[in-house]
Each structure stands twice: as structure tokens, then as C-alpha cells.
């Protein structure tokens, strides 16, 4: 029960974090080794976002008292960066990213959710007409893995130097780094699940961005080469 879960740990954000992304990772890895499918998954997530939905005013509301407390206009916030996320073209899936989008915004991030089936064209002139700090690229189907490949390409040709965030039940590290990491040069990190997101947005926006896309990129680069060794 979310309510009870709430009043037990005080924190909204928690209740997300702790107990619904145990529970969203448990099933990640059961589709991953192939013991859940994804109707089931469809499932599973469609309750995780109504558990949200509950959580979200009282998240509201404690972001608005945290402003007034800090003596800022509620109205005006002050944020720690802004990310672009949308559904690629072709995939209607949207609850893994709404999530990611619920975790950034109660940590002070500016979220510019464009929806689903977003061909890549309008990904990119809104990120660079929003100035967006990052790309984060979701789909659950494997039509959508291309997809996504083929705006890293886009993004290269426009010679765009946004680091791209790559998300959804489908895509691996393996295939980020495999087919995605190779079309585009300038910081792609596969994200796990939700509760990950903030880890990895707030180290692209540290001072520390360089070596940690660099971190990224050696990482990357050891996975795919023991890729190909397996061919």
C-alpha cells in the first residue's frame, strides 16, 4: 500500500526510490533472463505509475514549502539543469520515462517531457532551441533500439555536443555500447532504471563531466570488444 508506505517513510521521494525501484528492478531482471514477458512488464509498470501519481502531490508540495523555506519564489525556481526526454518514433511507452522524469524534478531538475512517438528531427530542434543539458531517449519495444541509434547518428551529423541518456526495458549496456556509443562521440551512458538517473545526470553536470564520460567511454569500449571476441 503506497499510502502506508509514505507514512512510514515520511518522504515521498523515498517511497520511489526505495521499495518501487526494488521492485521495478526485480522485474527488469526478470524479463532480462527471459522468466517474465512483456505483457507482464507492461503490467507491473502501469502499477508503479499509479503509485506515482499518489506520491506526486505530496512531492509538490515539499518542493514548494523546501522554496519558500529557502526564501525563493516557488514560482521561479532556480534549477540544476535541464533534460529533454521523449519516447523515440514508433514506440507509445511512456511510464519508465514519466518516472525518471517524477525522480529529476523532485531533485530540482528541469524536465521537458515531449511525449511519445517523437521522430528524431523534433528531439533535436527543441534540445538545441531549449538549450537542454541532456538527451534522454526512452522505448520499450526493439524497433526502438534502431531508433535510437539513428539519433545518435542525427546528432553527430548536426555535430550536436549534448550527452545523450539512454533508457528503457530493451536496451542494455551492451547494445548502448555496442551500437549506439559508436555512431556518436560525445557522451553516451545507458540508465538502468529510474532511480539511477540522478546519479547520472548530476555527474554529466559536475565539473567532473570529462572524465566521467571518459570513465564511460573506456567502459564501453572493454564491453564491446568482448563482444566482437565472442563472434
Same mark, same amino acid.
Request: negative net charge.
Given at each position: 500500500?503506497? %499510502? ?5 517513510? *515520511? ?6 526510490? $526505495?521499495? +518501487?525501484?526494488? #521492485? ?7 524479463? $532480462?533472463a ?15 505509475? *499509479? ?6 502531490p505530496?512531492m509538490?508540495? &515539499? ?5 519558500? +523555506? ?11 539543469? /535541464?533534460? =529533454?526526454?521523449?519516447? /523515440?518514433k ?5 511510464? #519508465? ?7 529529476? $524534478?523532485?531533485? !530540482? @531538475? ?5 511525449? /511519445? ?21 526512452s522505448? +520499450? ?5 534502431? &531508433?535510437?541509434? @539513428?539519433?545518435?547518428?542525427?546528432? *553527430?551529423?548536426? #555535430? ?7 533508457? #528503457?526495458?530493451?536496451?542494455? *549496456?551492451?547494445?548502448?555500447? /555496442? ?6 562521440d !560525445? ?20 565539473? &567532473?563531466?570529462?572524465s ?7 567502459? @564501453?569500449? %572493454?564491453?564491446? &570488444?568482448? @563482444?566482437?571476441?565472442? =563472434?
Open positions: 500500500d503506497v %499510502e502506508e508506505a509514505r507514512q512510514d517513510l *515520511k518522504v515521498p521521494l523515498h517511497v520511489i526510490e $526505495g521499495p +518501487l525501484m526494488q #521492485g521495478m528492478g526485480i522485474i527488469g531482471d526478470l524479463f $532480462g527471459g522468466k517474465m514477458f512483456l505483457p507482464q512488464v507492461i503490467k507491473s509498470a502501469r502499477v508503479m505509475k *499509479k503509485a506515482v501519481a499518489v506520491l506526486t505530496f509538490e508540495e &515539499e518542493k514548494r514549502a523546501a522554496a519558500l +523555506l529557502s526564501g525563493e519564489d516557488p514560482n521561479q525556481p532556480k534549477y540544476n539543469g /535541464v533534460v =529533454l526526454m521523449a519516447t /523515440v514508433g514506440d507509445v511507452h511512456d511510464i #519508465g520515462k514519466n518516472i525518471v522524469g517524477v525522480v529529476l $524534478g523532485c531533485n !530540482n @531538475y528541469k524536465v521537458i517531457d515531449m511525449g /511519445v512517438m517523437v521522430p528524431c528531427e523534433k528531439i533535436l530542434e527543441r534540445a538545441l532551441a531549449e538549450k537542454v543539458d541532456i538527451i534522454g531517449l522505448g +520499450l519495444i526493439t524497433p526502438s533500439l534502431d &531508433e535510437m541509434v @539513428y539519433v545518435a547518428e542525427q546528432m *553527430k551529423i548536426r #555535430g550536436m555536443t549534448i550527452p545523450l541518456m539512454i533508457g #528503457g526495458a530493451t536496451t542494455s *549496456k551492451r547494445h548502448t555500447a /555496442v551500437k549506439v556509443c559508436t555512431k556518436f !560525445n557522451g553516451v551512458i545507458h540508465v538502468l532504471d529510474a532511480s539511477r538517473s540522478c546519479t547520472v545526470v548530476s555527474s554529466i553536470l559536475s565539473k &567532473e563531466k570529462r566521467y564520460l571518459e570513465d564511460i567511454k573506456d567502459e @564501453y569500449t %572493454e564491453i564491446r &570488444e568482448e @563482444y566482437y571476441a565472442t =563472434l
